[in-house]
């Protein structure tokens, strides 16, 4: 054995990676573009790096994650370690325009699925695994970040995304992936060693899925896989992370092997759900990286005083990908408000002087912890938090407040005042935000044109998008959203109950970025927020124009929400502003109403019996906000990106009249889940994926909507999209959009 490395004490288990100032997200679109070649691109990534490394070093700490860093995707760069990316990429000979092809596709070529990252709004890319998939080992960029680090003097961590993992989250071929995991252990033995050799002394491999649901077997199949890596004798220590939840029994079956440490999330469970981790390093995730409130730091030094191990480092519960890089740029904050929060940097000081107070007691920190009793006692008593008529009116909702009447019926009025044809064609709700939107969002925020100008230049955006769509022949209109920043950031702004940030950036997938907005107090509706965008739509033409609104369980799973109450009760103060919108709309005229909830798997409990209360709440909280309506006002919702096999009875639960879901990367296997739910309402299948530039043909939309006919009459389905616009740009928009209704035209 060569393992002689100390424990260490402060660490966080991952880094976000596109750059404070979203610097990757541009070099990478710019390389697309051609605008910048490959070098300039791996200069952009290092030097982003550099910077990471000098900020962790200066904030004290002492194990730094090196290889989370991703171009894309960290799925997809652990797909090309294992030499696992699907065979139609391997003609291209360049490894970075492979990886690319495999990522978002080209005009020739599919991209693989994408899906959430267990319960958060990230979303990977699934590996594909075929029983034609060879397994081998291509580590040049790990030990190229492993040698980038080290020359830098930084005490660098590998970080790997694990094989059970891997698997787990894969799409396989021909039997369970899991299946495979003979396969993969040996690349993770010479992985190992190749670590080593290039002077790893800590080596993380993360296994969230540990977090989940496992069967007896594949807890086995977690000890056996585990005792193996750990038996080989010229390797780095190895530190097991789980995160986004408790990982039960696994756990035991880990300390059963010879690994040297555990990470574990102390977000998700208490210091007693941890048996005894004797002989090893536990990595005690109490500083949540999910959520941008002030750690409690006396009760953070607690839960780390309370577990029973030989050795403890204090860390992030999970990467910091999934938080905003720094409070330093949110100047249009309130200073109390700013004085609840902790974004990433802020989360690092904090792992710091958690570790400090553990090594020389918390006396040696006495002044900045008082400074966090302070703010905690600030934002309990904050009168914001809580607001009499909100908290009212919740408490006067009746047990009928989210019935409609049955379907059937609504169905039948829908079609008397629609008059629709047949496979009716619509899209989700955005079209493409040009450099004209951009250019006047910033010129109003500047102060370089007044509210009337936006007004003018916006709406003049919305007449081209319906002369557009008229022109193209679709059924169902939309405004296309041009002055929506966001589809969550644009109700939130509207919103009390709700602040939003200038530069608090969170990578969804690839280049996309979001700024989620900060849910800190009770929420209600100021004023009506899109009545007047979509009356004007609709005043320009004949054919229906869609209300389009963002769902409340979608607002709280893309925000950061307020952790001193249930979910559930934020959901339905949220619902009931919906609710507000959407009879304001129907009053206007508006004869349909889509209320997206795209986010409604993404906060299902990854844990079965944690799983029922959670869609028992969502589903209220969707149907709340939808019911005050007119039986012949037709309710859409919107689904994408998540497997939904395991919510299928919530989405018939919804009682929308027409639900548009994710469906081209699957090849319409959503359909058959809903079949089996026995779900009769209306539903449009994607027909084409928006999160490729390919354009599809006719006969390609033509096949995909033959193969929905299989599974759903033609009086219920309906021809869309896969998801919004937004990202696409406008010239290959309009030509799927024209093959898309050329595709219905010749089916109907």
Known sequence: MTVTSSPFTATVLGLPRVGPRRELKRATESYWAGRLDAAG????????????????????????????????DQMLDTAVLLGALPPRVAGIEDPLDRYFAAARGTDTIEPLEMTKWFDTNYHYLVPEIGADTVFSLHADKLLAELAE???????????????????????????????????????????????????????????????????????????STYAE????????????????????????????????????????????????VDNKLLVAGVVDGRNVWRTDLDQALATVSGVRASAVAVSTSCSLLHVPY?????????????????????????????????????????????????ALDSRRNDPRLADPQVQARLGALGADADRRTPAAERRAGQAEHLHLPVL??????????????????????????DQAEYVRRMRAEIAEVIALQEKLGLDVLVHGEPERNDMVQYFAEQLDGFATTESGWVQSYGTRCVRPPILYGDV????????????????????????????????????????????????????????????????????????????????????????PGYLDWSVRAFRLATSGVADTTQIHTHLCYSEFGEVIDAIAGLDADVTSIEAARSHMEVLDDLNAAGFDLGVGPGVYDIHSPRVPSVDEITAALRSALKAVPAERLWVNPDCGLKTRGAVEVEASLRNMVAAAHAVR
Do not use: C
């Open 41 to 72: 691109l791996h200069d952009v990534a290092a030097a982003l790096r550099r910077r990471q490394y000098d900020e962790l070093a200066a904030a004290g700490i002492d194990s730094v994650p090196v290889g989370t860093f991703s171009y894309y």
């Open 149 to 223: 680090a080290i020359a830098l003097g930084v005490p660098a961590r590998p970080v790997v995304i694990g094989p059970i993992t891997f698997l787990k989250l894969a799409k396989a071929t021909g039997g369970a992936a899991l299946n495979r995991l003979d396969e993969l252990v040996p690349l993770y033995r010479e992985l190992l060693r190749q670590l080593a050799a290039a002077g790893a002394q800590w080596t993380q491999i993360d296994e969230p899925v540990l977090v989940t649901d496992l069967s007896a077997a594949e807890i086995e199949l977690v000890r």
């Open 229 to 276: 890596l750990s038996a080989e004798s010229e390797r780095p220590a190895i530190l097991v992370a789980t995160y986004f939840g408790r990982p039960g029994s696994t756990l035991d079956a880990l300390l059963e092997t010879g690994i040297e440490g555990v990470a574990v999330d102390f977000t998700a469970m208490a210091a007693a759900d941890v048996p005894a």
């Open 326 to 374: 720094t409070l330093a740029a949110e100047t249009g904050l309130d200073d109390q408000l700013r004085s609840w929060l902790a974004f990433g940097a802020e989360k690092i000081a904090e792992v710091r002087l958690l570790a400090t107070a553990l090594r020389s007691g918390p006396e040696s920190v006495a002044a900045e912890l008082a400074t966090v009793r302070a």
């Open 424 to 449: 009716p064609t619509t899209t989700i709700g955005s079209y493409p935000q040009t450099s004209a939107i951009r250019l006047a969002r910033a010129a109003l925020r500047k102060g370089e044109i």
């Open 524 to 611: 209600s509706r100021r004023a009506p927020m899109t009545v007047d965008w979509i009356s004007y739509a609709q005043s320009l033409t004949d054919k229906p124009v869609k209300g389009m609104l963002t769902g409340p369980v979608t607002i709280l799973a893309w925000s950061f929400v307020r952790d001193d109450q249930p979910l559930a009760d934020s959901a339905a103060q949220v619902a009931l502003a919906i609710r507000d919108e959407t009879v304001d709309l129907e009053a206007a005229g508006i004869r349909i109403i889509q209320v997206d909830e795209p986010a409604l798997r993404e906060l299902l409990p990854l844990r079965t019996a944690d799983q």
